[in-house]
């Protein structure tokens, strides 16, 4: 606790929010605040202000100063496309990056977040391991429908979860770490003499990837794909795409799909992966999921709302580093291209040498081809059976006003994807 008064606990509020203090995630924070004002609270827009923070060193350092502190440190935020958003996210990648964990180190911590309750476990789980991974004394977490606070119970509910959080601190209770930490594979990739290309016929190919040239590995990866394929496949860095920024969370693209920024990004989706037979995401994972221009990317494409974006196409994941320890990641990779009707197929560098990795890459591209040509999509899943119902109810019901695309595309739909998902 703080020396300055023995009863009151300073809390510092990472806010995850692209809207700042307007959120609603915000409004439980200011609910807190109003049902336990004997303690301090400080609330950090880190989401919010990340332009800012990534270039100034000044404001950098009185984030980490006020960070330090804390006796208990709040991750909140809303969820974005099963995890946070890509700016929070990229404020988590600077903390690594510049060697700033000892900021965090024995510091108690606990996750709020706000959402329609869809994919809020995995968000949960990747702040647990940054938590943990930073050395932090992880509590738990609480996850609010967004109308929550509207309710007499679930306010009840709040304030006990805050009670918990204040007591643990309080008595300084002690935690035990619950995700061990990442081992990263030593292997250096070095790909091997391709044999046969693989013939991709009349099938568009796009091999997408967010390599900055930090990792060997990741360009060996998509450079071996590519000479494995007969013909032409598209090489595209995420990198060289027009993207302003992160989504920001306006719902302006709710009404007809327009997004609010005059970006190339939609031009990109619409005209370079929307005719694609076969997507190809090289990655690398950074902290306990893939970069933030890869988080970037799946947010932005929010702008087709609730609705499959890349229905039918056959998607590979190629992906650089520990993506076998981190169970939320593949989770989310899963969903995602189950959620949108796709058929993902996954391949790791986690392997004992280059010959078994050259193997593995040829397969998938083979694979990839085989399906595109059958047309093979499996079944779907729980992921998408249950999301799409979660997405159905609540845009015929609270969501409805925002989303106005949505509910067209589901009135339009609706008996071929109840058909489809029941």
């Known amino acids: ?39 301090t609270y400080e609330i950090l827009n880190v989401a919010h202000e990340i332009k800012t923070i990534e270039k100034d060193t000044a404001a950098w350092n009185r984030i980490l100063e006020i960070i330090r502190s804390a006796d208990l440190v709040l991750w909140a935020f809303p969820l974005y496309y099963l995890l946070v958003c890509a700016q929070y996210k990229r404020f988590i990648e600077l903390v690594f990056e510049r060697n700033a964990q000892d900021a ?45 606070l509207l309710k007499e119970e679930e306010r009840t509910r709040l304030e006990k979860f805050t009670r918990f959080l204040i ?3 309080e008595d300084t209770i002690p935690v035990q770490r619950e995700i061990p930490p990442l081992v990263r594979s030593s292997l250096v990739y070095a790909p091997g003499l391709p044999g046969k290309p693989v013939s991709f016929g009349t099938k568009k190919v796009v091999i997408l990837t967010d390599d900055d040239g930090s990792s060997p590995s990741l360009a060996a990866m998509t450079d071996r794909l590519t000479r494995t394929i007969s013909g032409s496949a598209e090489l595209i860095n ?8 992160g989504c920001l969370g306006c719902c302006q693209c709710g009404y007809d799909n327009t997004c609010v920024y005059t970006d190339g990004y939609i031009e990109f989706f619409k005209t370079r992966l929307v005719p694609a037979d076969i997507i190809i995401l090289a990655g690398l994972v950074h902290d306990r999921y893939l970069s933030s221009a890869w988080k970037q990317f799946f947010d932005r494409s929010f702008f087709k709302g609730h609705t499959p974006g890349l229905e039918g196409k056959q998607l590979g994941f190629a992906i650089a580093g520990p993506l076998s320890q981190i169970a939320c990641l593949k989770e989310a990779l ?3 291209a189950d959620n949108g009707g796709c058929h993902a197929q996954l391949v790791t ?16 591209t083979l694979r990839l081809v085989r399906d595109a040509e059958a047309g093979y999509i499996p079944p779907r899943t729980f992921y998408a059976v249950g999301s799409h119902k979660i997405f159905r109810d609540s845009i015929y019901g609270g969501m409805r006003m925002a ?8 009135q339009e739909h609706g008996c071929s994807i109840s058909r489809r998902l029941t």
């Open 1 to 39: 606790m703080n020396a300055d008064d023995e009863n009151s606990m300073k809390c510092v509020i990472l806010n995850g929010s692209p809207k700042g203090d307007v959120s609603v995630t915000m409004q439980y924070i200011a609910y807190i605040r109003k049902k336990f004002p004997e303690h």
């Open 167 to 169: 007591t643990a601190v």
């Open 349 to 364: 560098d986690e392997v004992p040498d280059s010959a078994k990795l050259d193997a593995l890459l040829d397969t998938l």
């Open 238 to 245: 995420l990198h060289d795409v027009n993207i302003r920024g």
């Open 104 to 148: 965090f180190t024995g510091t108690y911590a606990a996750g709020l977040s706000t959402s329609i309750h869809f994919f809020d476990q995995t968000a949960h789980a990747y702040i647990h391991a940054v938590s943990d991974d930073l050395g932090m004394n992880y509590l738990g977490f609480y996850s609010a429908e967004m109308g929550d």
């Open 403 to 410: 989303f106005q695309a949505d509910y067209r595309y589901y």
């Open 334 to 336: 899963v969903a995602w």
